[in-house]
């Protein structure tokens, strides 16, 4: 079974910096092909799409975070990322993983990101 799983959130000043992690283990597909994003819900919020970076290593971004946050994935390491900088206390919500290729879609657990005022 497929696993994704995400690290890094935490709590942090506003104008700090996070950097967060998706591992992806269990599958039987090349995570080369996966395409990959984070999602964030804050509370109150509807899930929002953050960013999202594609098997080609294409990626795009809520214009609220672009320019301060950047996705990345290491294929290798099946695994993706989210560096968080100059965050606003607007960012504080549960960040999601998700990924999958085809039919196939998988998402983590969830991460919480605070972000104090």
């Known amino acids: 079974q497929v696993q994704l799983v995400e690290s890094g959130g935490g709590l942090v000043q506003p104008g700090g910096s996070l950097r967060l992690s998706c591992v992806v283990s269990?599958?039987?597909?090349?995570?080369?092909?996966?395409?990959m994003s984070w999602y964030r819900q804050a509370p109150g919020k509807e899930l929002e799409l953050v960013a999202r970076i594609g098997s080609g290593g294409f990626t795009t971004y809520a214009d609220s975070v672009e320019g301060r946050f950047t996705i990345s994935r290491d294929n290798a390491k099946k695994t993706m990322f989210l560096q968080m900088n100059d965050l606003k206390p607007e960012d504080t919500a549960v960040y999601y993983c998700?990924?999958?290729?085809?039919?196939?879609?998988?998402w983590g657990q969830g991460t919480q990101v605070t972000v104090s005022s």
């Open positions: 998700n990924g999958g290729w085809s039919q196939y879609d998988y």
């Open positions: 269990g599958s039987r597909d090349n995570f080369n092909i996966y395409h």
